[in-house]
């Protein structure tokens, strides 16, 4: 049983370049979640998704985007990525609203922009 | 707005309690979490507080005083490994959680 699977697990991009972070759940979830974590900041919210086809904006949405097409995969996209985007990016996936269910997360994926 | 306070930095001896404390502020407040981080690993779940009081899972406990928008994990027998970032997060009303900023536990032989 994979879990979250979240690809690629490491990427060095160049400023204005763009790319997409896969994350892939077999858990039959239907709460999918973005992270960025950057040091002494805890884990900040990026984008959520409450099922297929929804997609909703977190605590720092601005220069991301999202797409959940179907339902066991969410989509993070750079549309121009920038230096300050430099950070570890966890997807999480929960069965329901995460009020009292755990978030299950991936390895992280760690993307540097120079 | 929504924040959660936990301290930075904890520090501890192998075998001894520990207690890691969180306080909250946000709206619509549903319960509160924690989760445990290994340098570069990914945050696992420990525990859940919706009601006030104490929940046990083995080592672990975790305690909620909704009153005093307060809650804490309390670690007993530690061991090596549980060096690591605990981090506490609040759960409220609508399909999201908020996480603290973790706190990083240091476990001396």
């Known amino acids: 049983n994979a879990g979250v699977t979240q690809t690629p697990k490491f990427r060095v991009l160049k400023t204005g370049q763009s790319m997409t972070l896969l994350c892939a759940q077999d858990?039959?979830?239907?709460?999918m979640y973005w992270y960025r974590q950057d040091p002494g900041m805890g884990l900040r919210l990026i984008h959520y998704?409450?099922?297929?086809?929804?997609?909703a904006k977190g605590e720092v949405p601005d220069g991301y985007n999202v797409s959940r097409l179907k339902k066991q995969n969410f989509l993070l996209g750079l549309e121009s990525a920038a230096p300050s985007q430099t950070s570890v990016y966890f997807c999480?996936?929960?069965?329901?609203?995460?009020?009292?269910?755990?978030?299950?997360f991936g390895d992280g994926t760690r993307l540097s922009i120079l | 707005g929504q924040s959660l306070e936990q301290p930075s930095e904890v520090t501890a001896v192998e075998g001894a309690i520990v207690q890691i404390n969180c306080t909250y502020q946000?709206?619509?407040?549903?319960?509160l979490s924690w989760y445990q981080q290994h340098d570069g690993g990914a945050p696992t779940f420990l525990s859940y507080?919706?009601?006030?009081g104490l929940e046990e899972t083995g080592r672990f406990s975790s305690f909620l005083s909704r009153s005093d928008s307060y809650g804490y994990l309390l670690l007993q027998e530690l061991q090596m490994k549980d060096s690591a970032s605990y981090f506490c997060?609040?759960?409220?009303?609508?399909?999201?959680?908020?996480f603290g900023k973790g706190t990083r536990l240091h476990i001396l032989p």
């Open positions: 998704s409450v099922g297929e086809g929804t997609t």
């Open positions: 946000t709206s619509g407040f549903y319960g």
């Open positions: 997060a609040a759960s409220n009303r609508d399909d999201k959680i908020i």
């Open positions: 999480a996936s929960s069965y329901s609203a995460p009020r009292n269910q755990p978030q299950h």
């Open positions: 507080n919706g009601l006030d």
């Open positions: 858990m039959n979830h239907e709460y």
